[in-house]
């Protein structure tokens, strides 16, 4: 069962590069790793997806290393609005389409 | 506009009845889930379906049940048998892929009196 792992919290300043670390060590060699932001009483919402090296969009990074076996989502600038819960997502690719949040990471960006 | 609904927005609910939460989406999406959110925790999964008329428990299925008669549409309903309902439920579909990206509705948050 792909699990995935990561910090419960982390604190940072507007104008910061903020990174995440997400680690999956079960994950499967078909799964794509996505990242979701969450807004309090809202649903989640995407950011990015990737399956290995880097990936890059208007928002944000994400860097896979070769072995896949966590992944990092790189916040560029973050600004007060990036307040919020990230969780990364691997499918479970034992049972193909059971996709299974982690325990997400509260981000709080301070003035 | 295409998206999910989820409806309603709130709901209340005595204990021993049983309540169904409404999720429809017209994104034409194969794949559709049901997650529950407690404050200040993660999301777990409830029950997903891949397909119409088959559906799979998630992690926490106890006390919950759903159908899948249509490809639009994925009700939850949340029974008397389970113990602690008052929650936030959110509803997800994706096209049936390793590279879809879930879309969530705006959930439904119930509370037991």
């Known amino acids: 069962l792909a699990k995935t792992t990561q910090p419960v919290s982390m604190d940072s300043y507007e104008g910061q590069e903020v990174n995440i670390t997400c680690s999956h060590n079960n994950i499967a060699t078909n799964d794509y790793i996505t990242w979701y932001q969450q807004f309090p009483s809202q649903g989640p919402r995407f950011i990015i997806q990737g399956y290995k090296t880097k990936v890059t969009n208007e928002v944000a990074s994400l860097f896979i290393p070769a072995d896949r076996k966590s992944s990092t989502l790189s916040l560029p600038r973050v600004s007060l609005s990036d307040t919020a819960v990230y969780y990364c997502?691997?499918?479970?690719?034992?049972?193909?389409?059971?996709?299974?949040f982690g325990q997400g990471t509260e981000l709080s960006v301070k003035p | 506009d295409g998206g999910i609904t989820q409806s309603p927005k709130y709901l209340f609910r005595k204990e021993g009845q049983n309540v169904t939460l409404s999720c429809e989406q017209n994104l034409n999406h194969d794949a559709m889930y049901w997650y529950r959110q407690d404050p200040g925790q993660g999301l777990r999964l409830i029950y997903y379906?891949?397909?119409?008329?088959?559906?799979q428990k998630g992690d926490i299925a106890e006390g919950y049940s759903v159908s899948r008669e249509k490809k639009e549409s994925f009700p939850l309903t949340v029974t008397s048998a389970q113990k602690n309902p008052t929650a936030f439920y959110l509803c997800?579909?994706?096209?049936?892929?390793?590279?879809?990206?879930?879309?969530f509705g705006e959930g439904s948050r119930l509370t037991v009196l």
């Open positions: 997800a579909s994706r096209r049936q892929s390793n590279t879809g990206e879930l879309f």
């Open positions: 379906s891949q397909i119409v008329n088959d559906f």
């Open positions: 997502l691997v499918g479970d690719g034992n049972q193909g389409g059971k996709l299974i």
